[in-house]
């Protein structure tokens, strides 16, 4: 059993476009997140969310739209993608007390042609 | 200056060694210290968590955690091949109860190839 899934896990489309990346976690855990790793692999935080509430939002362009309809699942809706948004998307998730570690999933990598 | 410096590598290393990755960061509110390891392709996978200094060993890695430095270090004793990965750090000031909303601060990570 996959503790933290993402859909899909590739994901290429044309500049313009608008996409949208799944994830649910089974861990029972009161916190998630998305974190956008680029290509010299550096990991950066975008949002979180706990109990469907967004706690964390790190400067992301507004087409950059998180829901979360249960503290299960957090999914990233991304409008007019552009180029730079090429990047391989983390969800990731943690219990909701002092500094626990994340959990992440497989990754979806986006590239926007 | 970023908020969490590491070497990036890449690291080779002959299977047997003793592997040292470090960390260095400038935030003094940190004060949860994790490591990770990510092969190529997939997600960070937790490997080690400590809170503030001190030691924390488990198996064949040691982490270690010196908060007056400011400096963090993971060790890999006879290392293997299939510990070739590149080595994440993490770092976070605490929950959203301390105010720290849990964001994990990460360092760019370090490629480790170990070689037979």
């Known amino acids: 059993d996959t503790a933290v899934s993402q859909t899909p896990k590739y994901l290429v489309t044309q500049m313009g476009n608008d996409k949208s990346i799944k994830c649910e976690q089974n861990?029972?855990?009161?916190?998630m997140y998305w974190y956008k790793q680029d290509s010299k692999k550096f990991l950066k935080i975008m949002f979180s969310?706990?109990?469907?509430?967004?706690?964390i939002n790190e400067t992301v362009p507004n087409r950059f739209s998180p829901k979360s309809p249960d503290k299960a699942h957090l999914n990233l809706h991304i409008n007019s993608l552009e180029l730079g948004d090429s990047a391989v998307y983390f969800c990731?998730?943690?219990?909701?007390?002092?500094?626990?570690?994340?959990?992440f999933g497989q990754g979806t990598r986006l590239t926007v042609v | 200056q970023k908020e969490v410096e590491q070497d990036p590598g890449p690291l080779s290393v002959p299977e047997g060694a003793i592997v040292s990755l470090n960390c260095t960061y400038s935030?003094?509110?940190?004060?949860?210290f994790m490591w990770y390891r990510q092969y190529s392709r997939k997600g960070p996978e937790l490997l080690m968590y400590?809170?503030?200094?001190g030691n924390k060993e488990d198996g064949r890695f040691t982490a270690q955690v010196d908060k007056s430095s400011k400096y963090i270090s993971l060790f890999i004793r006879d290392s293997q091949p299939s510990d070739s990965a590149t080595y994440l750090c993490?770092?976070?000031?605490?929950?959203?109860?301390?105010?720290?909303?849990?964001?994990?601060?990460f360092g760019t990570g370090t490629q480790l190839k170990v070689e037979l």
């Open positions: 935030n003094s509110a940190f004060q949860y």
């Open positions: 969310y706990n109990n469907k509430e967004l706690i």
């Open positions: 861990l029972g855990h009161d916190t």
């Open positions: 993490a770092m976070s000031a605490g929950s959203i109860l301390t105010g720290g909303g849990n964001k994990l601060t």
């Open positions: 990731a998730s943690s219990r909701d007390t002092g500094g626990t570690e994340a959990f």
């Open positions: 400590t809170y503030s200094s």
